[in-house]
């Protein structure tokens, strides 16, 4: 598995079958999820966010990820979310 994340392939596993899901708690504390879409690794269980622009994978999503951890843009068209390129990791709604 390549340490470069290519958005087709999960970033964890190396899995390429996904299926599109619902996390409540993380639209419920990331706009930028409850706004957009994700997919869950089939193989692994790692969610990722859907670039709204070419439909591949974005970037991991998870509560405990880093910034660094986090794609700035698409890996496969380079569109930016400036929601996503904004998030510093912790930066989760607060009611």
């Known amino acids: 598995m390549s340490d470069i994340f290519d958005g087709k392939h999960c970033s964890e596993c190396g899995g390429d079958s996904f299926s599109i899901t619902k996390d409540d708690w993380l639209s419920r504390t990331f706009k930028f999820v409850e706004d957009g879409q994700l997919k869950m690794c089939s193989k692994c269980g ?50």
């Open 46 to 95: 790692a969610k990722f966010l859907v670039c709204e622009q070419c439909g591949n994978l974005y970037t991991r999503i998870h509560p405990a990820l880093e910034t660094w951890e986090v794609s700035l843009s698409c890996p496969v068209c380079n569109t930016v979310n400036p929601e996503v390129k904004a998030w510093d990791g912790t930066s989760a709604r607060h009611f």
